[in-house]
């Protein structure tokens, strides 16, 4: 058993933390971070950590490295301040799909960066729909895994009735996911056959198996990127006679073009969580819809602080 829990954030999602530290009740810790004019990051713990379970909230979201940079500093700091238990708090843990070497000399950057982490001095991970579960073995600590599904299911219920609805992956590695929210809705699901083409952003459709004519779509993936992926298949579910196309993604990084292509796309809505602070010029796209995620994280937090379940959250 811990005796204090206090919470830390970094400069990547200041405002979830700010609504994580709500729901607990819990207030944020005092810390200065900035960069000296020479580019090297610094970081100061003002409170008293000594003993502490502390906790800390970082995405490692835009700009990536930065982010994770400053968290693998924070952890150290927390580790020379004697903190008793350093819990990261990942909502979006960048560099995830690069997880396996399917190329000749690639780095597999996803376990790269989990040893960093780990060296750094962290005791527990607690990250938000990683890209593919296996990730957690990347980790030697305990790696806490939450999921957004009963955030998209408990939302898509109150808005919508659940008739004719059908949840489509964009590719076969998304598919048990796809599943798990159409198991929530109660309704069926659809695979996108993709074929990605070379090593660069563009991918290719080529199929969807299962029936969409007639229906309500609601395309569900981990990540929008680029959107390309997402976009490919709304284009498709489109031509084969979806009547509306939604899509509900746990990570919003929306690089490059991405909101240019959302806007001109057939998706009508795009949900997203807020894993990832968005810039202001992307959350006055009005086809994003932002569900927050903060009140799970704080009741995670909380359970993890006192050594109780958290899977009772997805039950
Ligand atoms: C692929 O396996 C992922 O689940 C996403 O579909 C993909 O990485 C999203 O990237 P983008 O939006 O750039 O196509």
Redesign the pocket.
Known sequence: MFSKLKLITGNSNRPLAEEVSRHAGIPLGDIELFKFSNDESFVKINDNVRGADVFVIQPTSYPVNDSLMDLLIIIDALKRASAQRINCVIPYYAYA?SDKKDQPRVPITAKLVADLITVAGADRVVTVDL?ADQIQGFFDIPVDHLYSIPTFARYFKSIMQMEDIVVVS??S??ANRARALAKRLNCSMAIGD?RRSGND?Q?ELLNIIGDVRGQTAILF????????????VAQALQEQGARRILAA?THG????K?IEYLEASPIEKLFITNTIQLAEYKRSCKKIVQLSIAEMLAIAIKKIHIGESISLLFR
């Open positions: 799909r890209h964009p590719d590695g998304g993709k952003d991918s993936d981990d990540i929008i990127d680029t959107g390309g992926s997402l976009i490919k993604c990084v929306l690089s490059g991405a």
